[in-house]
């Protein structure tokens, strides 16, 4: 059995991948705001001919871009994340003004979930949620993220079968 190491060791996280999936995610949204809109007034001036007017119109669709377009952060974030794992613990750094540091101790996780999008499927990244008694980690964009999930999962039996 090999000595059992407190050194956190960096796990490698898609960056510029994830970023432009977020971007094509933000795009294909205001697409589909833009298309609705195109629709209605197609469907409005159809039916309403004269007295039609498209400004209440844009005036409705406004608002859902705006919301869709307040996302635009999940570009950026996926250059600022840190993920370390050690024989102990988990850590995962996030945030662009604010920080945020997670940290939890391995012998605690009581599920592990991980979560792929479709181009995560496609370049072989993904999310792990670490579960713990009342309290969630995440591990955002993780390369490999099944081999990660298996060696977390070694490194918890190895420390319950040290504990019992």
Request: glycine letters at 6%; proline letters at 3%.
């Amino acid at each position: 059995m090999k000595p059992i190491s407190k050194e956190l060791i960096s796990i490698p996280t898609c960056k510029i991948t994830r970023g432009l999936e977020a971007l094509l995610e933000i795009g294909f949204k205001v697409c589909g705001v833009y298309l609705t809109y195109c629709l209605f007034n197609f469907i409005g001036e159809w039916k309403f001919e004269f007295n039609y007017d498209s400004e209440t119109l844009f005036s409705l669709l406004i608002l859902p871009s705006l919301y869709i377009l307040k996302t635009s952060h999940k570009i950026i974030s996926p250059m600022l994340v840190r993920v370390k794992v050690s024989d102990y613990e988990v850590e995962s750094k996030t945030g662009i003004l604010t920080r945020r540091l997670d940290t939890l101790q391995l012998k605690t996780v009581e599920n592990i979930e991980v979560v792929t999008t479709i181009g995560g499927k496609w370049f072989n990244y993904g999310t792990i949620y670490l579960y713990s008694y009342g309290s969630l980690v995440e591990l955002p964009f993780i390369i490999n993220v099944m081999n990660i999930k298996s060696d977390i999962e070694n490194k918890i039996k190895i420390l319950n079968t040290n504990n019992s």
